[in-house]
């Protein structure tokens, strides 16, 4: 992806966030109760724990922006796609909540987690409550693609579920495919980023044609996004990224490099220490991302974001609209995946 | 209600039993990933923690039954319920597995519950899984009336969300009103009764007027059913239904009878004792008892309890449907409020 100015994407951000942000704060208060719209205030960062306003909220709303292009590309405008814009982050926000529950998190963005302030029970149903809202918001938008956008959202949900599930299955499993490894990493991250580039398309009742190729954009997208992240996961720059190194082998996470090294000839040593249970040391953290290195999992890896980006840019320039939207959609694009290639 | 013969009741469950159980069967399979399907089917009953078949599996698919009943009453036909029918019970199910998670209950139906045996990650994930399949179900039928009974759906599970967040949350405070109990309950229990009892005729695009009427049904026989369960859990026959006599008052549950003793004149010693956080001997479980019939909420929960029944039947009166679909809703109702009245 080209490179251009940071003003570009902030400018593109910023837009999008404008107008995501109103609806989003409606949709919450309009559709959940007070006291879990309180938690989902608190989590998405608008709120402190007793409920007063917080001023230092910076979300960036990366897939509304996205849903939003998708209506720009449909129609031209912005406006019809808010609905699509306002259930993906619903859904997002419903995912996170949960998963902190699963993973046992305490913090996130330098706060407590949810379920920490308010107990796993609010939590829960925080999350549950959103991602009820997101079905509503489509469903109640009276578009002409509310019933196939919301069917769109659900199987994206859907997707995403399972792909949590089977990362909690493969903790317990030692021969994980590369296969298996990539359709998780689809479900898990591809699956919503899919729906956020063309719920809004969809919503407006465009073309399937269209759908399709931005949900086929969006789906390279979050594979790449996955890749990299799993590559910060193991070499990370924890300055720029907030990620520990190595803090994915601390924990012995299935990630994509760590399987595709495991799969490869000679990975007796690096399965013999990243499938046992005792507990890796620091030098074993270091020998086990020598390993994967060795095996081939990094270059494999860098590799195949490269090649789920090019597939990415494919699907936009097949999708055949306007310049500018294909622009900002790209920028975003480029966000997510880091500008790495 | 009439009483009938219990074979009629028995036929009539059977028959709904019969419709639902191959599709539901198929939804979990369809739409859930294997891992999870498998935590969802142990859940319902149908396998064991290895997966293994059950064959004692006595589910009665009460709300499924209600939902064909509700297409036969718009149509005079069962089959364009039949995905209504599935996705009451997989909203209904889902709720199941996250409150265990949420009551830290270790049984249900004398098994252990899904979150001892697979986790609390895996129940989490299965219960989020069952919530999106209900929308797909719904969607994907391609019913005339798919976007409208998926609106009604989302807002009755939105409904029932907030009730128990509002169940979980009246646990921290002394000043629950009547009116919030009745709202809470409303909410927790008459939401998805409603929902069930109009979902098939939704549907299959039945009038509104005919949809609005049964799903009055339902929520008056939701809460009568909930005001029912609430004077078993102080006074129940555990004989008869496994309820121990004084469970809700030994958790200290604000139930309805209880809040409307707590809400009577002279309530002080029951505050005293129910609001504090002692715990509570058995003879202070027997005063408390003593204290809310005492106090009128006894009565007044048997009184409320026979005019919802009564509204309940006015609400089915006015719906005009055939002598055979009201017998049998009139039946499967008498069923659920345990044919009290």
Redesign the interface.
Known sequence: MTTTPASVLSSVLATGRTATEPALRDAIQT???P??ARIAQYHIGWADADGRPTSTWSGKLVRPTLALLSSRAANGETAGGIPAAVAIELVHN?SLL?DD??DGDTSRRGRATAWKVFG???A??????L???A??VL??SDAEG??SA??SL??A??RM??G???D??FEQRGDVTLAECLQMAG?KTGALLACACSLGADLVGADRALVQRLAAFGEHVGLAFQLVDDLLGIWGEEDRTGKQVGADLRVRKKSLPVVAALNASDSDELAGLYLSSEPLSEPDVQRVADLVERGGGRDWARDEAARQVAAAEECLAAAGIADAVRHEFQEVAGFIVGRRF
């Open positions: 559709y959940l109760s006291e879990l419903f949960h529950i699963m796993v029970p609010g829960i149903l925080a999350g549950d409550a991602a009820a809202a079905g509503e469903l109640d509310a019933a919301s069917a659900m199987n949900t859907q579920i399972s949590q599930g089977a909690v299955s479900d």
